[in-house]
C-alpha cells in the first residue's frame, strides 16, 4: 500500500522441502516477507528481481554450497543480511562461514524463536548500517579510509569497497571509542545482540577479516591493536 513502508524481505535457501516450508511459514508469521528457494540458481534469481534484505542459507546445497554462495552475495548484494545454516556445528565450520562473511551462524537442529531473534539481530544492524547517523563522513584507518557515510572503504587508488553490516559496525565503534581498549564480549554484545559463548571467535574472526582491508602490515597491526588480556583498540593515525 502507498506510504507504508515494506517489512523486510528475506530469501530462506535450504533444499529439504520440509524444513525450508516451515521456515518461510514461521518467519512470515512474525511480519516478514519470505521466499523459500531450493539452490543457488533460484537464489540468484530472487537477487535479479529483488535484493534481500536477509538471506538464510544451509550449507550443504545440492551443486553449488552454502560458502560459495555466501562470497558470491558478499559481492552483489553487501548491505544484505547473511545468516548461514548447518547440521554441521564444530568451530570449523563457524570460522569457515564467518571468514565467508556471514554474519551470524546457527546449527541445526535449532529452536525457532532462537533463530527468529537472530534473524531480526541481523535485520537490525544492517538496518542500522544503512541509517545511521554517524560522527564524521571519513576517517583514516590504516592503508584505507571509512567513509561513514557510505559505508565503504576508499583506496588510494580510488577502489572502493563495500563493507559487509557486521564489519561496519565494528568499525564504527572503533570509530566512535578511539584509544579505547574495547573487550571482546562487549564488542560481541553491541554488535550482534548476543553474549559470548565459551571459546567463542567471532570478534577475533571479524578483527582478523578487516585488519587484511585495512592494515599495511596485517601481521603487525597499527590502526587496530590487540590488547593483551582485553581486546582490541582502535589508534587514530598519528599517534
Not at 506510504?3 to 516478514?32: C, F, K, N, T
Not at 534481500?52 to 554450497?65: A, T
Not at 548447518?86 to 525457532?112: M, Q, Y
Not at 545511521?132 to 576517517?139: Q, T
Amino acid at each position: 500500500m502507498a506510504g507504508m513502508m515494506a517489512s523486510p524481505r528475506i530469501v530462506v535457501v535450504e533444499d529439504e522441502v520440509a524444513q525450508r516450508q516451515m521456515l518461510v511459514q514461521y518467519l512470515g508469521r512474525h511480519g516478514l516477507r519470505v521466499t523459500g528457494v531450493a539452490d543457488g540458481p533460484a537464489l540468484r534469481r530472487e537477487i535479479l528481481r529483488d535484493v534481500p534484505s536477509l538471506v538464510l542459507l544451509d550449507v550443504n546445497l545440492p551443486g553449488e554450497d552454502g560458502f560459495s554462495l555466501i562470497r558470491y552475495l558478499r559481492e552483489t548484494c553487501p548491505g544484505s543480511g547473511m545468516i548461514m545454516v548447518s547440521a554441521l556445528s564444530d568451530t570449523i565450520d563457524r570460522v569457515a562461514a564467518l571468514e565467508a562473511g556471514a554474519d551470524d551462524f546457527v546449527s541445526k537442529p535449532f529452536e525457532p524463536r532462537e533463530l527468529l531473534a537472530r534473524v531480526k539481530s541481523v535485520l537490525r544492524r544492517a538496518n542500522a548500517a544503512a541509517n545511521g547517523d554517524l560522527a564524521g563522513p571519513k576517517v583514516a584507518m590504516g592503508r584505507r579510509v571509512l567513509d561513514l557515510e557510505r559505508r565503504l572503504l576508499l583506496g588510494t587508488d580510488g577502489i572502493e569497497e563495500r563493507l559487509a553490516p557486521g564489519e561496519f559496525n565494528l568499525l564504527k565503534l572503533f570509530v566512535e571509542n578511539p584509544n579505547r581498549p574495547l573487550a571482546r564480549d562487549w564488542l560481541l554484545e553491541v554488535t550482534s545482540h548476543r553474549e559470548a559463548e565459551a571459546f567463542d571467535r567471532a570478534i577475533d574472526l571479524r578483527i582478523t577479516r578487516l585488519r587484511r582491508k585495512i592494515e599495511h602490515d596485517p601481521g603487525h597491526p597499527e590502526a587496530i591493536r590487540t590488547v593483551r588480556g582485553v581486546g582490541y583498540m582502535f589508534v587514530p593515525k598519528g599517534v
